[in-house]
């Protein structure tokens, strides 16, 4: 409990204290290697042998608060003075019907918008191919 109190110590006082940020500062590409690793692949499969999509949720979850940890990284501390919870997807788009738990997935996201107490995260998933990346 103390070390977040001392934490606080490292909070900007106003928002003309912080540091200039753009949206490639937080982008991320992130490997899920179920075709590769027959081990993961594993952990994602249901008993008819399709991939758990609720595991994908969760996996989007994650590496949508870390890009916003990114995002609000302070390079002289180890730990975050923030605590970043996922508060609404608005929307999920899937071009195919299910996943192939034979293929990698690769996930992409950034930051795409910050106010005083939220942020906005784009992410995409990709199975098949490259990574075709929209970030500025």
């Not at 982008?27 to 075709?35: A, C, F």
């Not at 609720?54 to 995002?71: A, F, K, N, P, T």
């Not at 923030?82 to 608005?90: G, H, K, M, Q």
Request: aromatic letters at 6%.
């Amino acid at each position: 409990m103390e070390e977040r109190k001392l934490l606080h110590s490292f909070l900007a006082e106003s928002q003309k204290a912080l540091p200039p940020r753009r949206m490639k500062d937080s982008y991320i590409e992130v490997l899920l290697p179920l075709g590769s690793e027959p081990e993961l692949r594993e952990k994602y499969l249901t008993v008819q042998n399709t991939v758990r999509f609720g595991r994908i949720l969760e996996d989007l979850d994650s590496i949508g608060v870390l890009i916003c940890y990114m995002h609000v990284k302070i390079a002289s501390v180890k730990m975050s003075p923030l605590s970043i919870v996922t508060a609404l997807v608005d929307k999920i788009d899937m071009c195919k019907k299910s996943l192939s738990p034979e293929q990698d997935i690769k996930f992409c996201g950034h930051v795409s918008w910050v106010g005083k107490t939220s942020m906005e995260v784009k992410m995409q998933m990709f199975q098949a191919s490259l990574c075709k990346s929209t970030h500025p």
